[in-house]
């Protein structure tokens, strides 16, 4: 592989420039992204040169699209006419359906890969990019397209592996109801409380210990990235917050009860043993 | 101060004894607990000798009640008799309303000094003792008794200032209204959470990140820990829980406004500017 092309050249897009240099790809960086984007990727090595869409797309042996998710469905749309004829496009998209569906109709089936690298952070933009960004992380691959049998998947692979990151095969439809749960209803949990604490008690700030700390993490994520998942996961994330919210009305009712369930989950997750 | 008793040498009275001992404090520090607790807090170097309530009661300058909150009550109410004419009393009770109810009823006002150290951990026992429990941890005493003009109080203060604490000075209602925001309804968000994924989909782990991680934390705590806190404080529990109810159920008429309401709430306890 002679080049890869990073569109939208974030945090996790520069991060995946960042990391494929440290894993030892020799070929070329391109960024897309807005100038002043480029030349802060350029800034920190996350990119060799800065390209247009439409350069990228004819010269480069993969894409990967790590915009938010509109976006991704809009390059999807218009890709084709200046494609390579072997050039791979993969996405970083963190709902895989919708994505998935649009790649059906507007690309051949073959030059799709939907992936999901589960990484990322409060911090924003390129200049939080970390070669380690994936090290340890899940990396969710369609299953329907991973054996696509395009030698760049085959490379691609490879480095998903090199980073540290574990590969996890899924449907997108089961990858988006997992996330509404695992992803999502966490997000909208820790939402919520903060604002409850913010409109009701503010005050509690003076008692505030380790637990509200943990609690109010993902509050402080941006709804910019989050109208995007939201919206194209909508019936997957509203049936595990209502499913949240009758828990949260009956638990009352055998407090001991949901303890004990809620923290087998807990451990299990941890891979505790009871 | 020549003796310091500790009622209840668990994680708290047990990294009570050894933070004691790390500041300096040359004195007996004895145990009132089972045998076989004793046993180990021996061990760990937390205390100096076990001995029965009575003669705790009697021979100590100084009592921390460190059991869970219905022990802290069954044992102010009994304590009287035997207590020293010179020994304050103090605890470390999760909530501060019915503790300081009873110590009123029982006890003369000036031998009894409600406290909270807001410290703690998954794990429990005086295994999990540790010195450096409350570096950096509120310690909150009752507004209306920390100038209590004992002796005793003076230098039990001024050790929470060398354990590394900050001394937070409220009324024991306004600590239990504080707390059901800041630490119980974060609990109960968090059990609710947890058991709401192993009921509907547990196979979500799957695709688990830090984001579940962070927020599934406090649901392993321990049932025994929490029903007496979550009874001792159900009336503001109540209001906190039915007011996260409702802004769950809420918050789907503008997203937008509680992400960055959420925000706010948690970049402000962070000490970040927005």
């Known amino acids: ?40 990727a350029l800034a920190c090595g996350a990119i060799d040169r800065g390209m247009t869409l439409d350069e990228a797309a004819e010269s480069s042996d993969l894409l990967f699209l790590a915009q938010p998710i509109y976006a991704i469905m809009e390059t999807l749309e218009k890709l084709l006419p200046t494609l390579g004829r072997n050039t791979l496009v993969t996405d970083a998209g963190s709902t895989k359906r919708e994505i998935t569906e649009t790649a059906a109709r507007f690309l051949p089936r073959d030059l799709f890969l939907g992936g999901h690298p ?82 009701s008690m503010p005050e509690a700030q003076t008692v505030a210990g380790p637990g509200v700390m943990d609690m109010t993490r993902l509050a402080m994520s941006s709804w910019d990235l989050w109208n995007d998942i939201l919206a194209t996961n909508s019936l997957e994330v509203g049936a595990a917050l209502d499913a949240y919210i009758s828990k949260l009305q009956d638990m009352r009712q055998d407090m001991a009860r949901e303890f004990a369930n809620g923290s087998a989950f807990a451990k299990s997750l941890r891979g505790e043993n009871e």
């Open 118 to 199: 589960m990484a990322g952070g409060e911090k924003r933009g390129v200049e939080a990019a970390r070669a380690d960004l994936f090290v340890g992380r899940r990396w969710v691959l369609d299953v329907n397209r991973f054996n696509v049998g395009h030698p760049a998947a085959t490379v691609f692979r490879k480095w998903i592996r090199e980073f540290g990151a574990q590969e996890v095969l899924l449907d997108p439809k089961r990858h988006d109801r997992l996330v509404a749960w695992a992803s999502h209803l966490p997000q909208l949990a820790s939402t919520a409380l903060a604002s409850a604490i913010q409109d």
């Open 1 to 40: 592989m002679r080049q890869v092309a990073i569109v939208g050249v974030g945090l996790i897009g520069g991060s995946f420039g960042l990391a494929l240099r440290k894993a030892g790809f020799s070929g070329t960086i391109v960024g897309v992204s807005s100038e002043r984007t480029i030349e802060k």
